[in-house]
């Protein structure tokens, strides 16, 4: 999953961002107003976690810059209490907010829920075939089995398990895997699904490559 976090608190950027790598998803960080906006306008992102209070342009310009491209999963961070303030907030195309101060499995939390929620399912397990993905706590199943996955090879079949009815190109699994510092190459993703398809080997899962076009997932006849 892409994430862009837009915070001018640092220290809680950071934080977020840490946790967020730490399970394998792609992060982007923007502490000003202005940075989000370009960014929001030439990326697309899998969830936005934004700020109100930015420098230069404020978290209301970009939560309408994102809708009105988009349907990005919004989560809101405020410092802001009263009820009509929260209403605002989901008028202006929020899925959720959170208050600070916020207890970080909260946020977690509510941040799988807004993405469950523009999925259209209200679980946090992904199905397909006989495989399936428990994201609240990154275990993968295959016929009730666990199977192990490194980071990354669990956030591509979490790519994969999100689109089923789609070609991904390699371009698309790399927007969707890496944050702007990181610095990953094509022959990287062709690594990693080398080694998500041993390991769900087993199942009635396989990962198709369509040459020219990228991979998708499929069941097995």
């Not at 994969?160 to 991904?168: C, D, E, I, P």
């Amino acid at each position: 999953m892409r994430v862009l976090i837009v915070e001018d608190d640092r220290l809680i950027s950071e934080a977020i961002e840490q946790r967020f790598t730490k399970q394998g998803h792609g992060v982007d960080c923007a502490y000003d107003g202005n940075i989000a906006h370009a960014m929001v306008s030439q990326t697309e992102y899998d969830l936005v976690i934004l700020d109100l209070n930015l420098p230069n342009k404020s978290g209301e310009q970009i939560a309408k810059k994102i809708r009105h491209q988009s349907d990005c999963p919004i989560l809101v961070l405020t410092a802001r209490t009263e009820v009509q303030d929260r209403i605002q907030l989901l008028d202006l195309g929020a899925d959720d907010y959170v208050t600070k101060p916020f207890d970080f499995g909260e946020l977690e939390a509510r941040c799988r829920a807004v993405v469950r929620r523009r999925q259209g399912t209200d679980t946090n397990n992904l199905v397909f075939g006989d495989i399936e993905f428990d994201v609240a706590r990154c275990k993968v199943f295959v016929q009730g089995d666990e199977i192990i996955l490194k980071q990354r090879e669990l956030r591509l079949l979490e790519i994969f398990l999100s689109h089923t009815n789609r070609v991904m190109s390699k371009e698309e699994l790399i927007d969707h895997l890496y944050g702007f510092d990181d610095t990953p190459n094509l022959n990287a993703i062709e690594t990693y699904v080398a080694r998500l398809r041993k390991a769900i080997s087993h199942s009635n899962v396989e990962i198709k490559t369509l040459r020219g076009l990228g991979y998708a997932i499929d069941k097995q006849a």
